[in-house]
């Protein structure tokens, strides 16, 4: 939060005192306040006389979360300490990143979607209810603060692997949020999560005494695209140069409003494009690993909603920019969804599902399953598959039988269950690491251990849009951009995979550990920086200077000097 005077009503500067003071958490020291802070801004009495240093602090906050007893208890203590002392609770996130992130988001963050309104303590971000539709501009300017820079919205309907949750859904705006600032580096107080309470499907919300939002079916139809509109042309109206994320939108809204809006507005869609992106740079390190190139590789993917197409149209894109044909690139992906492989006899798949369907022609006389579909077992027996993709929210979809026909046919096998959270994900990387002799280059959705086999220790990648999103806050704050388009994703990708562990030693990870996020997070800005600027969407700028502006905004946790301020 900006330490300079707000002005009163009157227009005389006034700095916050006393208990007001220290219930803001963007200004909040608490024990570290200095005595001559203390005295000029009447917090004498307040706190207990010791001043604490930052790290101090952090040692005691580190002890209180040690002491909570399940990982709920630590999500609802870290969620409370953002709410008390911003600066703190960052410090203690990045003193501590590979052991709180799972706590602040993913996996942790599902169930607090699913029990927020009995563990909801304070306000925080914008609900915007389908009953105060025809108020969002109004709404827009109750924010808690002036200035934004990135918006993270959801109408809740598909929240992680999990569903419908409703208003509960804003515990993913707020965790991504979080990784913004913690990453990224976004100021936290020109952070603002939204949630577009258009009611919920959900029995088990519906029937809580507790439950926050508002209590009715979900609005669908055209009735939900009007009330989308009305919220973009608030955006527009009051934050246009704000960056927009689009998050957990199930796949018959999430495609048709970030194509209408995406020439429009400085934004994107992370299930589309973000899971996109980690999974093309997780896969362009995996790759060269084994020696081969992309426009090699033969691709199963289990599921097609709008992460899945997603995820094909990166590599696909990434493919026809290594020198195939769009006709070519296509033939590459072989698509299984509930109802089995999308091939051209279909006549159930969207547009966007269309565009991988295998001529009905080739795959005729395949072994099909008992209800006339051609499986995933069925495509596996079928093709050398070298890289398998879950996105189907099926835990345990790929089989033992499954994997190891996979690996008869190819050396290093390439498998990335990335469905989450972790009772989701299509396998289990130890038993993917068993079936394929050690083989097999991992990655997931969510966290998992270490694998021990042969004697060796393999790291488990965890293929999180943590890699992406943040760092495309970062780069188009730095540069200015004024869209988000598809080479800017294509870039980070790259730049991303430059960063594997994994070139370096085989056995390695195939994305870079947590502890040194912050920094790929700045190399990955200023390669978007860059491609922004080719694009045509970003001012001029030499990449020396633009990669200066970047770690300019890159925010650290730190106290500012208040007496000063106060003054």
């Not at 790929?520 to 800005?525: G, H, K, L, N, Y």
Request: aromatic residues 6%; hydrophobic residues 40%; charged residues 20%.
């Amino acid at each position: 939060m900006s330490t300079k005077p707000q002005m009163t009503p009157s227009g005389s500067p006034e700095f916050p005192h006393g208990m007001d003071l220290l219930n803001r958490q963007g200004l909040n020291k608490g024990t570290a306040f200095t005595e001559q802070e203390r005295n000029q801004l009447g917090l004498n009495g307040l706190l207990p006389p010791h001043v604490e240093s930052l790290d101090e602090q952090a040692v005691r906050a580190y002890e209180a979360y040690k002491r909570k007893d399940d990982d709920l208890e630590r999500h609802i203590y870290l969620r409370v300490l953002q709410d008390t002392n911003e600066v703190l609770f960052y410090t203690l996130l990045l003193n501590h990143i590979e052991e709180m992130t799972p706590i602040v988001y993913t996996p942790v963050v599902a169930l607090a979607c699913q029990q927020f309104s009995h563990i909801y303590r304070r306000p925080r971000g914008l609900f915007i209810s389908y009953l105060l539709r025809d108020s969002i501009p109004e709404l827009f300017r109750n924010r808690p603060n002036r200035d934004v820079d990135v918006i993270v919205v959801t109408d809740g309907e598909r929240i992680l692997g999990i569903g419908d949750q409703g208003a509960g859904g804003m515990g993913i705006p707020i965790g991504k949020l979080s990784l913004y600032t913690l990453i990224g580096g976004i100021r936290p107080e020109r952070t603002l999560p939204i949630v577009l309470d258009v009611g919920t499907n959900n029995k088990e919300r519906l029937n809580d005494p507790e439950y926050l939002g508002w209590r009715h079916e979900r609005v669908t139809g055209q009735p939900y695209f009007d009330f989308v509109d009305q919220f973009v042309q608030a955006v527009k109206q009051e934050l246009p140069e704000t960056c927009l994320q689009w998050e957990d939108f199930a796949t018959p809204h999430a495609r048709p409003i970030l194509q209408r809006y995406r020439d429009e507005l400085l934004t994107f869609n992370d299930d589309i494009q973000g899971t996109a992106a980690v999974t093309l740079g997780a896969v362009l390190g995996a790759v060269k690993v084994t020696g081969k190139s992309l426009k090699d590789q033969q691709i199963v993917m289990l599921g097609a909603g709008s992460a899945g197409i997603g995820v094909a149209d990166g590599l696909r894109a990434a493919m026809i920019a290594e020198g195939l044909s769009e006709q070519e690139a296509r033939s590459h992906f072989w698509v299984v969804d509930r109802n089995g492989l999308l091939h051209s006899g279909r006549k159930d798949l969207s547009p966007e599902q269309s565009v991988y369907a295998q001529p009905q022609e080739r795959v005729t006389g395949w072994p099909k399953t008992s209800d006339g579909q051609i499986g995933l077992a069925d495509v596996i027996g079928k093709i050398d598959t070298t890289i398998l993709i879950g996105l189907s929210t099926v835990g345990g979809a790929f089989t033992e039988p499954i994997v190891r026909e996979m690996a008869r046919k190819v050396q290093r096998s390439i498998i990335f269950p990335i469905s989450n959270p972790t009772s989701k994900s299509e396998a289990k990387p130890d038993d993917l690491i068993q079936w394929t002799e050690g083989r097999a280059l991992v990655a997931t959705g969510s966290p998992f251990p270490p694998v021990q086999y042969a004697g060796k220790t393999i790291p488990i990648a965890q293929c999180n849009n943590i890699f992406i999103f943040p760092a495309m806050g970062l780069g188009v704050v730095a540069s200015g951009a004024r869209r988000v388009t598809d080479s800017m994703m294509l870039a980070a990708a790259r730049t991303l995979a430059e960063n594997s562990p994994a070139l370096k030693d085989s056995s390695a990870s195939l994305l870079p550990a947590l502890t040194y996020i912050r920094r790929v997070a700045a190399e990955i800005a200023t390669s978007v920086g860059m491609q922004a600027q080719k694009d045509g969407v970003a001012p001029k700028l030499p990449r020396e200077e633009l990669r200066e502006k970047v770690a300019a905004a890159q925010w650290v946790p730190a106290y500012p000097a208040l007496a000063a301020a106060a003054k």
